[in-house]
């Protein structure tokens, strides 16, 4: 079975400074995709990136940015230029493709504090 | 274009009780699935409804049901609650089964005493 493990409960960052949030995995499977996602006090599960495993290329979007470690099952989340509006809960998500097993696993996720 | 609903926002039960839960999907969307989150854990997978059928199970017991109705929206069942059952509960839609985006509703939070 696969498992989603997400080390710090807590981070805290200064106001425009760079974080990286750490998640790591383990599974037997070769091809599977890897998310992240933003809960903010309002409940919202919100979709901040995804990687594709069979891309090497790692996938980022404006300010957020991933180091995705195939080998080393390793998927960290790098936020440049904090901003208030970041603090939030982040969990690490992972998805299987193959067919019929969709299901999304999670981390236990981590709370990042933005200090302005 | 309304993206995830969910309802009630807010539900308290006792023990013994039995709660259902509604999720409309996004617009366009065929697929719901649901999802449990205890206090400051990850969610956990229920099942995965698709075409009005359950496609997917997490591990959850037969106290936890569901439906799909032909309009796509959907229904979180469960019965005989216990005070484990406390959590708050996601729906999450997308455009179908295998597709990546899951988009998700602001959550029910069920209390049960």
């Known amino acids: 079975a696969q498992t989603v493990t997400q080390s710090q409960p807590e981070m805290s960052v200064q106001e425009a400074e760079t974080v990286t949030l750490s998640c790591t995995y383990d599974t037997s499977e070769s091809d599977y995709y890897l998310f992240w996602y933003k809960q903010p006090p309002s409940r919202q599960m919100i979709l901040v990136i995804r990687?594709?495993?069979?891309k090497q290329q790692n996938a980022t979007e404006n300010r957020f940015s991933v180091n995705f470690q195939k080998a080393a099952k390793s998927f960290s989340l790098k936020i440049s230029d904090s901003q208030l509006g970041d603090a939030a809960m982040y969990f690490c998500?992972?998805?299987?493709?193959?067919?019929?097993?969709?299901?999304?696993?999670w981390g236990a996720g981590t709370k990042l504090i933005i200090k302005p | 274009d309304a993206g995830v609903t969910q309802s009630p926002t807010h539900l308290i039960k006792t023990r013994g009780q039995q709660v259902t839960l509604r999720c409309s999907p996004k617009?366009?969307?065929?697929?719901v699935s649901w999802y449990q989150q205890a206090l400051g854990q990850g969610p956990q997978f229920i099942f995965q409804y698709y075409e009005e059928e359950e496609r997917q199970r997490g591990n959850f017991p037969d106290r936890f049901s569901g439906h799909q109705f032909p309009n796509y929206s959907s229904e979180l069942n469960v019965n005989a609650l216990l005070l484990g059952d406390s959590a708050l509960y996601l729906c999450a839609s997308s455009l179908e089964p295998s597709y990546n985006e899951q988009f998700f509703g602001p959550g029910t939070r069920l209390t049960v005493l």
């Open positions: 990687q594709e495993a069979y």
């Open positions: 998500a992972y998805r299987s493709a193959t067919d019929s097993n969709y299901q999304l696993i």
């Open positions: 617009s366009g969307h065929d697929t």
